[in-house]
Every structure is written in C-alpha cells, then in structure tokens.
C-alpha cells in the first residue's frame, strides 16, 4: 500500500508544494482508507465533515493507485471546479502523468449538425436569439471541446441551447452527417483513454438506465467509482430509472420532423400539416392543466375528462404522425430518428395511461411550467435497481459527502441505494466549532402552520441582522415565504437585500461577496453547494426545519408504500431526510478555520417535539444558546477583537 503519510503528512508533498496547505489527519486517515478500498475492493461509505479536504483524501489515492477511476460529482459547477481547479493542482503537486478526462452530458457540447440546421431554418422568435445563433456559429469555429461552458455570455437558461446542442431522442448518431467532427463522440473518446475521468450523478444514472442507445454505453469500464456529494444520488437516479415524456419534447419532434421533411423531401404535404397538429394538441394538453405552475399525483387529475381528452388528442396525433413518416423514413436519417422518437414518445405516453401502472411500484405525476408540462414515472423503491447496475460495473466503490449520517447512523442512505453489506467510516470536521460558531434557538414562536409565523421570524431576524452587520443568509422553506419575508425586510433592514429569482445565483452570489454586508434570500438551491468563505458570510438565518413538502406526490407515494409495510415512515424517511438537508444548510456558515458566525433555527419543533433529538444528533458540536444577548455579545467579540491595540 502506498505510505499515504508521506503524502498527506504535516511534511508531506503536498505541504512542501501545495501553497497554503494545512495537515488534518482526518484527511490522511480518510485517504488511508480509500486507498485500502480501491486495493481490496468492497463499498465504502464515508461522512467527511466540512474543511476535512475529502476531495484531496480521493484524489490522492485514485491519481496514484494506477488504476482507471470514474469520479463522479454533484452538479456541472463541481465537476468544472474538480477538473479545472482542484484536479491539476493535485496531479502537479504529485508529478504524475495521469492522463485525465472531463466528460458531460450530451446537452453540453455543441451539435454541429443541429446547429447548421438553425441556421437553415432561420426561423427564430427574437432578434436576440438571432445574436446568440450568430455568437455560437462564431464560436463554433474556434472551440476544441465543444463544451457550452466556454459561451459563458449566453445565459444557461436561454432558447437558443436546445437549437444547436442534441438530446437522445434527436441525435442521428453515427448517421450523423456531422459524425466526423462531434465533439461528444470525442469527448467520449477521450474518457475512454484516460485513466481517470471526471463525470457527473446525471451521466451516471444514465449509463446506468442505457438511454443512450446510438452510442452504445456512455461510460468506460473502470476499477474504481467515487461518487462525490453522494446524498444527491439517491434523487438522480430515481429520475433516471423512471421515464418521463414532455411538452417540450413533443414539440421538438414535430419542429425537427418538419426541418427534416423540408430538407429530405417536401412531396408529401400532409406532414407538416400532421406537425401542426400535433403541436396544437400538446400546447392545448399543458393549457387543460390549468395556468398555475404545479406538481401533482396523476391520481389527482385522472379524472378530469378535459385533460383525458386532450391527452388522448395527443396520442392520436403522434400515432398519425408515425404512420406518415414509416411512408418517407428511408428518404433520410434525419427521418429515421424522427419516426424513431415517434414510436418511443408512442410507447412511453402509452406505459404512463396503463392504469396497471398503479400496481407497478411506480408512482405517475405531473409538473406543469409556464409553457410546458411533463408526465412522469417514477419508482418508489430505487435500491435493487442499483445494486444491480453496481453489480454489473466490477470494481470497488466509495461514496462520500459531508452529509450522509443521520446521527451516527448511515442505515438511511443505505437503505435508499441498497447498501447494507458495505463498510462505513466518519470523520468529524477540524473546525473548532464551540469556539467559531453560536448556535441560537429563540423562544416564544409560534407554530410553524400558523399564518404569523414567517412575520414571528422576521422579528427575530431584525434584531439579529443588526448585530450581524449584515452579513447574512437567510434561507427559506418555500418560494411563499421568501417573497413574504423579502416584501416585509424592504423597509425593516438597512443592508442590501438580494433576494433569489432577482438575478441569476452566481451573479447574487458574487454581489453578495462583494457587497460584505448583504443579506440574501434564498431557498432550496442555495442550501447546498455555496462556498463564501471570510467575513461577507457570518450568520445564517433558517427559517423551518426543512421537511420536505407533504404534497410533493413522490413523497406521498414513498409514504404511502412504507405504511402499508407496516413502517414509520415520518421516522424512517421524512426526519432522515430532514436532518440531512438542515445540516446542509446549516453548513454555509463555517467555510475555513478562520470563518466565525451565528447559526439562526426559527423552528420551535427542533426542542418541543421528540424527534428533535435526530436533528440536534446530527449537527456540528457548536456553542447553543436560546438568548438574544449571547448573539449580539457574540458579534461584539467580532468587533473588539477586530480593533487596533
């Protein structure tokens, strides 16, 4: 085995040639252990509390063991941050000559093909789009990766990505004209070279549900899984192995049905009056839903006769569609896919109507958006739908996050993945907790349902804003109460509020950053994966303990499924899950050892009820008090210290 202390040690290589490299041997204790796994084999499941440095404790090991490793990260921001940032700085400082790869979802590189079809079409809804198709074409001649990350002028969210970028359902694979120079097939290339690649939870579950098949499997055999940010697993993958049919999706069959009849053939009219059809039935689908944005169990609505009706409406003008284009499929391979995608929408709208799905281990639900809508399938119980695939990939795995115990436990995030049979292994973050943190539970607020909760919030807020200096998140459970809690702070706070939906998260996180006396608002997204480290961050503000909503029909389906086993399920799912989110949020506080700051929980439950316990089990070992004073006089330390003798 590798002498992990030489490397990770306090005179190790990476203190000699890191700069501002610190020694935990919590690090090197957690880097001893992966190296073990990856030699011997097996599951490892390890909780590396914040400012631990698991990201180095993997790297270390996985760049030196000589075997192909696939690590695999939460988000597209983290896998840009591990490959661009941390990675090279790793490899350099070990001076080895790992050949690395960084490899995305199709959805992330350029098509050439479909770009060169937008241009053809010119049809586009504004003059703005028209920029951005011209900015791409610019581009597109320049790149090397044909990732979309290097545009970073267009925004993430803008209309004209899906124009120029392919999905499984439209890509002509190897009958691509366009095949010779895709930058996927390369990407994917290169992954297969290296020895270690860089992927993401959404490429994972892919390769694992096969919904790639023009290409075959996405990802290459490999030694060695890591999966970075593992809590966020369970969720992504219970995406992947369901099914999911869209507005969006529809009407980008009949928009690419009609490119390709135009450019392959234009002799058989009833086509594109077919197409037209079809995308009046499905814009008239989303309207039946109703206009509000919403997410529901199908049970609600499979009733309803205007939406059975226009759903039918929608399968009647698919099938049309699919007779017609078997007549000219040969004419072309954009065609081909065109009748390929007809047939699967076909199949996957006709699995969702079977009212045997009921008894399927299935939950079906619907989201609506402001222009689209999706249909849903989606399995209650993922965990031998995984072990399978694990099975399937002979080699050994790791998970690991800051947060996967509830307590001292792992049974829950085992449970969900089917992983009872593997070794598990926490440790505690360096930080020095008592000291750095205050922890404040204030008194005398009401129950969470009541209608003057949120303003009971805000008047502990205040007061805690203002020994703060600002410096604050304040996060929310839901979009309500963030729009009430932002109406009321206009005129109640004197520091710049930044409030979520206002601006795009990276540019309110950089104004916060800068700013250093801001308070932002924000709810789910920026629970987790945010990093402000120093002083611009030095109180975080909760709002509720951060149950999951009742309604969400998933969730009542999970529910549901437990109790009929004669389960708990708010004990053996709801609270985990609860825990496992508040101390994600919870850890925006403390970033590094010199960060000090107030953590604020509103909830009145987390000391009243009995299980309470599992929350205050779960977090970091930071100072408590339920006394306003202990705050102010925590703040005014702060400032003291800060004084010149």
């Not at 990939?393 to 690991?400: L, Q």
Request: proline share 5%.
């Amino acid at each position: 085995m590798l002498d992990i202390h030489e490397i990770l040690g306090p005179e190790g290589q990476l203190a000699s040639r890191v700069t501002g490299y610190s020694y935990r041997p919590q690090q090197e204790a957690m880097a001893s252990r992966v190296m073990e796994t990856m030699e011997q084999g097996g599951v490892l499941i390890s909780e590396a509390g914040t400012g631990t440095g698991k990201t180095f404790a993997y790297l270390v090991p996985a760049l030196l063991s000589g075997q192909k490793v696939i690590i695999s990260t939460g988000t597209r921001n983290l896998q840009d941050q591990l490959f661009h940032r941390d990675l090279p700085l790793v490899r350099d400082a070990l001076a080895t000559p790992v050949n690395v790869a960084l490899l995305k979802g199709r959805a992330n590189y350029l098509c050439t093909h479909r770009m060169e079809n937008a241009l053809l079409e010119g049809r586009l809804n504004s003059r703005e789009m028209v920029d951005q198709l011209m900015q791409v074409q610019g581009w597109a001649g320049r790149t090397k990766s044909g990732d979309i990350a290097e545009l970073n002028d267009i925004p993430e969210d803008s209309g004209i990505w899906p124009l120029v970028t392919s999905t499984t359902d439209n890509c002509l694979g190897q009958e691509c004209p366009s095949h010779s120079e895709c930058h996927l097939v390369e990407a994917r290339r290169r992954a297969q070279e290296a020895d270690l690649v860089v992927i993401n939870h959404y490429l994972l579950c892919a390769d694992f549900s096969l919904k790639e098949g023009r290409f075959g499997k996405l990802l290459p055999d490999a030694d060695c899984f890591i999966v970075d940010e593992a809590h966020q697993l369970p969720e992504v993958a219970g995406d992947f192995f369901g099914a999911t049919v869209s507005g969006r999706q529809l009407l980008e069959l009949a928009r690419d049905t009609e490119t390709e009849y135009q450019k392959e053939t234009g002799d058989l009219k009833e086509i594109p009056e077919q197409t037209a059809i079809l995308s009046k039935a499905v814009r008239d689908l989303r309207l039946m839903f109703g206009l509000d944005i919403r997410r529901g169990s199908w049970n609600e609505i499979k009733n309803d006769q205007s939406v059975i009706a226009a759903l039918a409406k929608v399968r009647e003008s698919l099938s049309a569609l699919a007779s017609l284009l078997e007549v000219v499929k040969d004419r072309g391979k954009g065609l081909e896919s065109c009748f390929d995608r007809c047939q699967a929408l076909a199949l996957d709208l006709g699995n969702f109507c079977d009212e045997n799905e009921a008894d399927s281990g299935n939950v079906r639900w619907f989201e609506t958006f402001r222009q689209t809508f999706r249909l849903n399938r989606t399995p209650l119980d993922i965990s031998e739908l995984f072990q399978a695939q694990m099975a399937s990939r002979h080699g050994s795995w790791i998970f690991t996050s800051a947060t996967l115990a509830v307590g001292d436990s792992f049974t829950h995030f085992q449970k969900q993945l089917g992983l009872s049979d593997a070794q598990t292994a926490c440790w505690e973050s360096p930080f020095d907790y008592p000291s750095q943190a205050l922890w404040f539970v204030p008194r005398g607020l009401p129950e969470p349902r009541s209608p003057e909760y949120i303003q009971a919030v805000l008047e502990v807020a205040v007061p805690v804003l203002k020994a703060s200096r600002g410096r604050a998140f304040m996060l929310f459970t839901s979009h309500r109460a963030l729009r009430e809690a932002a109406a009321s702070l206009e005129d109640r706070v004197t520091y710049p509020l930044l409030v979520q939906g206002s601006a795009p998260k990276g540019e309110l996180l950089e104004r916060f950053r800068e700013l250093g006396n801001a308070v932002l608002l924000g709810t789910a997204s920026f629970w987790e994966g945010v990093d402000v480290r120093g002083e611009a961050l030095s109180c975080v503000i909760i709002d509720k303990l951060p149950f999951a909503s009742p309604g969400d029909p998933v969730l009542q389906a999970r529910i549901d499924a437990l109790r009929k086993k004669g389960g708990n399920p708010f004990m053996e799912y709801q609270v985990p899950q609860a825990a496992i989110a508040l101390k994600q949020g919870a850890g925006r506080l403390i970033r590094d050892e010199q960060d000090r700051g107030v953590l604020v929980i509103c909830d009145p439950r987390l000391l009243k009820k009995s299980y309470g316990h599992v929350f205050l089990a779960s977090m970091p070992p930071m100072g408590r008090t339920r006394d306003i004073v202990d705050v102010e006089h925590f703040f005014e330390q702060e400032v003291s210290s800060s004084d010149p003798a």
